[in-house]
């Protein structure tokens, strides 16, 4: 029996299985005009052929809680009743094909207001459709503009942002919200010391740094039903503490430990572990499993459900994760944009039942492979 396709409850919702389609940016929505944020058809394609091609959870990319929260101009949004709209048709479309429905709730932070990453990756001003980007502290992300140092009273309102957007997934459908606590956006720079200079209640001491990040948690916890679960997305490490060639101090594999514990309390259901984003020119040695250890380190030490992400492209490498007890799912990236049906073959690989639609199951079955 196959432990990658094995259930997995959380609070009381079922989840197939646990190959899961880790959230994308696309950079595909109308960066202005009545449909800004908006999920498009271009996005209902991207997540229901994923959720036909098997994963059991399909997560949607970071989604802006408000304007400024965007990576680039082009981003998702959920903030206003059309986006919330236009939401329903992805959600009611990913659970046709069995799948969850899971939404990344994000602010960018530092990060936002850059150009697609095909095109420039740059930092976009005003002129360009851009905007000041905000963070803990007025510290650049190499390249891009020196952010606006948030005062208290906007900290607050961004937790009612989270909060507000939480409330808008949840109308649209969504079953998961995922708060966005990694990759060197707005909460993965509150947690750094490498981006959090502030001397206030929000800096300092690892406590404080924490703080942001757990009331964006207490504030979605709160709209979102008991019986569904809330995902928290970290970067396990910054890759710069770990590098002793590195002098730099940066957020640890022992801080995700002590995060993913206050989580635990705070009632997140499963941290999603994925590491980097918080400076450019960290060196990180990334190739399979790299980043498995740490989700095995906060799933074993804290006793949280974790999930893990990165260079997970084999059947039976995301099945030994999960027989190993080193993550309760994976999330596939890259590897599910090259191939939608791969859960479908992994299912097939793995001696699983595949979940083909019945509109196709009649006949792929005839053949095995
Ligand atoms: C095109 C693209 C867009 C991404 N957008 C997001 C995102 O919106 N939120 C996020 O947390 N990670 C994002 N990531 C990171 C992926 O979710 C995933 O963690 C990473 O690609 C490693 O997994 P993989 O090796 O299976 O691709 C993105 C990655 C890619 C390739």
Known sequence: MSSLFTPLTLRSLPIPNRAWMSPMCMY????????????????????????AGGAGLVMAEATGVR??????????GLWNDRQQEAFTRITAAIKTHGAVPAIQLAHAGRKASVDKPWLSDRYLTESEGGWQPVAPSAIAYDGLAVPHELTVEEIQQLVRDFADSAQRALAAGFQ???????????INSFLSPASNHRTDAYGGSFENRIRFALEVVDAVRAVWPEDLPVFFRTSATDWLTENPE????????????????????????????????????????AGPNYQVPFADQARNQVG???????????????????????????????????NPYWAQHAALALGAEPTWPDQYAYVVKRRKR
């Open 67 to 76: 304007p400024d929260g965007r990576i680039s101009p082009w981003d998702l």
């Open 304 to 338: 949280i459900p974790t999930a893990a992400v990165g260079i997970i492209t084999e059947p039976q490498q995301a099945e030994d994760i999960i027989t190993g007890g080193q993550a309760d799912a994976v999330f596939l990236g890259r590897e599910l944009l090259r």
């Open 28 to 51: 595909s929505a109308a960066p202005e005009g009545p449909d800004t944020g908006a999920p498009t058809d271009f996005h209902l394609t991207h997540l229901a052929s994923r959720a």
């Open 176 to 186: 998961v919200a995922e708060v966005h606590g990694a990759h060197g956006y707005l």
């Open 246 to 285: 590195d002098e730099r101090e940066g957020w640890t594999g022992e801080d995700t430990v002590r995060l993913a514990k206050e989580l635990h309390a705070h009632g997140v259901d499963l941290v999603d572990v994925s590491t980097g984003g918080m400076v450019r020119d960290a060196k990180i040695v």
